[in-house]
Structures are given as C-alpha cells and as structure tokens.
C-alpha cells in the first residue's frame, strides 16, 4: 500500500518506488555537507535562501526538512525504497546525531548524571551605567514602536552582549 505522500527524492511509478534523480542530487549533497562538516542549520538556511524547491517555503521547515532527511533510514534503502545513499554513509551520519534525538532504547544520562561531572563555579554580576544607557533606549525604542524589527532585534542583542560581559567568574572558583 502507497503512502499517502510519496518522500522527497523518491516518485512512484507502477506501484514501485524509483529515485527521483533531481531530489536525489539535493540529497545526497545534504549528506556529503553534513560529512564535511556543515550543521543542519547552515544547510537548511541555504537551501532555503537559494530558493531550491520543497525547501523554499520557510527557513525554519527548511532546516526541519533537512534533519528529517538525514535522519530516514529510508534514504540507505530501508522499507521498500532504493537507496540513494550508501548504507556506511548513512551510518556515519547517524553517528553524528544528537543523542537527544537517538530513537528510545538508547542509553540516556540523566541531569545528575550531566551535572555532578560540572565544577561548582561562582560568578556574580557586575553591571556598569551602560547597561542602564542601553535599556533605557530599548524602552524608548519599543515604546515608540517606529523601528524596523531588524533594528529592536540588534538593540536587544547589543544589551544581552553587554550584560554578558558584565559576567564575572570569582577567583578559585571551578
């Protein structure tokens, strides 16, 4: 019985599953980027921003579309369909998954086990005047409602950056 809806890289075709060359090409550099070295983000975003169809409606599903693909064992010949990459490739890459997203079964640490290998550190917060400077222009900023999003967006990246630098870690501390 056919999925409703047929995989990207794949077409049907008397009832058999066949590559779909074009989509297969994507694929495959998706993997090839993704070996190299290449993030899901970075390579969903070009896809997106280079307007490659079944990519191009948004960044954010283009970036979701990208880990689904990476991640379907499908794509190395699984369930039915031809394999557009080789077994050892999609091996590799699944290697390389986060393990958050490895499939249930597989070994996972708990939150103290993460956190009692973390050094106790002690850090306090030291802000300067600029920090008031900065709020007080990002009220103003939103209270006007008159900047572009581009432009609250680096107000608030700037104060978040300066009270970051306002982090200090104590001495002997970690």
């Not at 031809?82 to 077994?87: G, M, N, Q, T, Y």
């Amino acid at each position: 019985m056919a999925p409703d809806r047929i995989p990207y890289g794949y077409r049907m075709e008397k009832g058999n599953y066949m590559i779909d060359h074009d989509e297969a090409k994507i694929i495959r550099a998706i993997f090839t980027m993704k070996t190299e070295g290449i993030g899901v983000y970075a390579i969903g975003k070009a896809l997106f921003e280079q307007q490659v169809p079944f990519f191009s409606d948004s960044r954010d599903k283009a970036i979701k579309k990208v880990s689904a693909i990476l991640y379907k064992p499908i794509y190395a010949g699984e369930k039915g369909y031809p394999a557009i990459v080789s077994r050892e490739l999609f091996d590799c890459i699944m290697k390389q998954k986060p393990s958050a997203f490895r499939k249930a079964g597989a070994a996972k640490k708990t939150e103290a086990e993460h956190t009692e290998k973390l050094p106790e550190i002690e850090y306090e917060y030291c802000p300067d005047k600029e920090i008031e400077t900065i709020e007080v222009s990002l009220r103003s900023i939103l209270a006007e409602q008159k900047k572009s999003s581009a432009e609250i967006r680096e107000s608030i990246m700037a104060l978040a950056a300066k009270k970051y630098d306002c982090i200090r870690i104590k001495e002997g501390s970690g």
